[in-house]
């Protein structure tokens, strides 16, 4: 059996949609991986305001994912240099 190593950083979805892995499930993904970076995919990039799978808010990210210092909150178009995680 092989097995995928762990990735350095996710497009991290976190928005609590029925369309996507909702909250907990993505908080479930980002702890499955504790070194990753965790880039905030979706928040802030489209203006819906009442549309939920555009409307995480990352500061309910912080009392739930593993060492939440990897949590990156980018503007859209901001750079982000990957770097090994391990």
């Excluded at 907990?24 to 549309?51: I, K, R, T």
């Excluded at 409307?55 to 912080?62: F, I, K, T, V, W």
Aim: aromatic content about 12%; glycine content about 6%.
């Amino acid at each position: 059996m092989s097995s995928m190593p762990a990735p350095d950083a996710l497009l991290f979805d976190f928005s609590d949609s029925e369309w996507h892995f909702g909250l907990q499930g993505a908080v479930e993904m980002a702890n499955a991986y504790p070194a990753a970076d965790l880039l905030l995919h979706h928040w802030g990039s489209v203006d819906a305001p009442d549309f939920p799978p555009f409307n995480g808010n990352p500061a309910d990210l912080y009392g739930t994912v593993v060492n939440p210092e990897r949590i990156r909150v980018l503007a859209p178009g901001e750079s982000f240099r990957l770097t090994p995680s391990s």
